[in-house]
């Protein structure tokens, strides 16, 4: 099955630097990679996602890479703000599974200002 | 507003207790999720349904079940709690042919 593997656990930027977060999977049938961040004490949010026929998407300063041959995709935050710490978590999955998630760790994310 | 309402957002129960939570979706999305969510680790899921009437097991569905009646509630019960079950509940939904999930603000549950 599905295997996702995120990078790192914990990682702290300076407020204004840029922040990469990494992850692997293991099915190369997987088509769907969601980023949802968790703020303190609330549920997760979809904040960005890509699909498989896409290399690269952005939002504003949050953008997703994917590279289907190597089977890893990162989350790049720049410009980092306060409102940006939080527990980042990436997921994979398949249209063809009903789109359940195969969900990484998690990267805590710490904004020094 | 349209959403997930999960309740309660917080419940001390005594082991052995029966104990169902509640999740209401307005979003008319036809697939629901059940994850937990243990002190700083990541979401486990416990039971799906894909659609009103159908449920399915996840990861780590022992001393769980559900219910799906209808499109917009599936409770999740412990029938017997145990300290083990000690967690943060979330309850997701997703559209309908969308990938994206909704989740609620969670039900932190301790057992005692």
């Known amino acids: 099955g599905e295997n996702v593997e995120q990078h790192p656990s914990t990682l702290s930027v300076q407020e204004g630097d840029s922040a990469v977060i990494k992850c692997t999977y293991s099915?190369?049938?997987?088509?769907?990679f969601p980023w949802y961040k968790q703020e303190l004490g609330k549920g997760p949010q979809l904040i960005i996602d890509?699909?498989?026929n896409v290399g690269e998407k952005k939002d504003q300063r949050i953008a997703v890479t994917l590279n289907k041959t190597a089977k890893h995709f990162s989350l790049h935050i720049t410009e980092t703000q306060p409102e940006d710490s939080a527990v980042y978590f990436c997921a994979a999955s398949r249209r063809d599974s009903n789109y359940q998630l195969i969900w990484g760790a998690g990267t805590k994310l710490i904004i020094k200002p | 507003i349209a959403g997930i309402t999960q309740a309660p957002t917080s419940q001390i129960l005594a082991a052995g207790r029966r104990m169902t939570l509640r999740c209401t979706q307005d979003m008319r999305h036809n697939a629901m999720y059940w994850y937990r969510q243990d002190l700083g680790l990541g979401l486990r899921l416990i039971h799906y349904s894909n659609t009103a009437g159908t449920t399915g097991k996840g990861e780590v569905p022992d001393g769980y079940s559900v219910s799906r009646a209808n499109t917009d509630d599936f409770p999740l019960t412990l029938a017997s709690a145990v300290p083990s079950q000690t967690s943060v509940y979330f309850c997701?939904?997703?559209?309908?042919?969308?990938?994206?999930?909704?989740f609620g603000s969670g039900t932190r549950l301790t057992v005692v």
């Open positions: 890509i699909r498989s």
């Open positions: 997701a939904s997703r559209g309908n042919g969308e990938p994206g999930y909704t």
């Open positions: 099915d190369s049938a997987s088509n769907y």
